[in-house]
């Protein structure tokens, strides 16, 4: 995301915090999405005020983004720290694909995992959590 250009013209002093862009992230997560690409939410200038940038990171996490783009080095940590899956979504996802493949060599198009009812969409962001928590530990 380009938010130094979405928010080109707004100034801090005035609209404090990324309330405008709100509209645009959420649109452009949807668009991501829908076509199967990843999302990286924008920089954060202040280099120097790495809890406004954590603060950010956990809020594009909530969004949905995949991750942050970065502009400095002290970002990496922080960063890796947030959009990182937890060792209990690790678990999760690992029950969930575990279960989808044993549904599926049975013959049975559905499966539920802990009382929850597991559909493709499950089964995707599980296959995702797996990989970016094999990609950070590599």
Do not use: W
Request: hydrophobic residues 45%.
């Amino acid at each position: 995301m380009g938010t130094n250009d979405l928010a080109k013209e707004l100034h801090a002093e005035a609209v404090p915090g990324r309330a405008p862009l709100l509209g645009g992230l959420s649109l452009c997560l949807l668009a991501a999405r829908a076509t199967g690409k990843a999302i990286l939410d924008g920089v954060y200038n202040d280099v120097q005020d790495l809890e406004g940038f954590e603060a950010e990171c956990r809020q594009g996490r909530q969004f949905g983004f995949d991750g942050k783009t970065l502009i400095h080095p002290a970002q990496i940590e922080p960063c890796n720290r947030v959009f990182a899956p937890s060792e209990a979504e690790i678990a999760q996802a690992r029950k969930i694909n575990a279960a989808f493949d044993e549904a599926r060599a049975e013959g049975r198009g559905v499966v539920a995992v802990e009382g929850r009812m597991i559909e493709n969409l499950h089964v995707d962001s599980a296959r995702r959590i797996l990989a970016v928590a094999k990609a950070l530990n590599a």
